[in-house]
């Protein structure tokens, strides 16, 4: 099992530019989740999905896009992307009531 | 509103010497709670978790956490502290019904002097 991969590891977008992180898990997790992580300010819940064709909003949905067609896979959109969202993005799975597991990172600059 | 506060942002100690890392929570009820840790440049990785029974909850990599629900807290120790163990340290908190949406607090930084 890969766990949750992410890619790409590392973008740098100029303002205003969009892009789709991606993620993907192979535990056939239900629940799936984005955070970004800022310094000072610890990990905050972007979008979440508690299964295909189901997401929500978290505490920093503002500026993002989710959407989950299947199970495995969980991108994350900026449509128009700002220097406010430089940051460190986690996404990360797990089964409903259970531990997470994180993915690597994507650390994206937006210039 | 739910909060978790970590309120050393910095702590540095000798190898060798113990360590605690505070944690407390504001919740409407007792939360599923968490340490993680991650070290530079690497992903999360779970230390331990609280769900429910024995309030000390023992983890990986000699780390061991209490409970008190008196004092809304989960304070993270360990007895003899490694180089290795440099790193950041989220304590992190999950509602028990619904989705697994987790609230970290803000980290606290471990720094590990020879």
Known sequence: ?111 | AQSVTQPDIHITVSEGASLELRCNYSYGATPYLFWYVQSPGQCLQLLLKYFSGDTLVQGIKGFEAEFKRSQSSFNLRKPSVHWSDAAEYFCAVAERSGANNLFFGTGTRLTVIP
Not at chain 1, 27 to 42: A, I, L, T, V
Not at chain 1, 60 to 87: C, H, I, M
């Open chain 1, 1 to 111: 099992n890969a766990g949750v991969t992410q890619t790409p590891k590392f973008q740098v977008l100029k303002t205003g530019q969009s892009m789709t992180l991606q993620c993907a898990q192979d535990m056939n997790h239900e629940y799936m989740s984005w955070y970004r992580q800022d310094p000072g300010m610890g990990l905050r819940l972007i979008h979440y999905s508690v299964g295909a064709g189901i997401t929500d909003q978290g505490e920093v949905p503002n500026g993002y896009n989710v959407s989950r067609s299947t199970t495995e896979d969980f991108p994350l959109r900026l449509l128009s992307a700002a220097p406010s969202q430089t940051s460190v993005y986690f996404c990360a799975s797990s089964e409903l009531g259970e531990t997470q597991y994180f993915g690597p990172g994507t650390r994206l600059l937006v210039l």
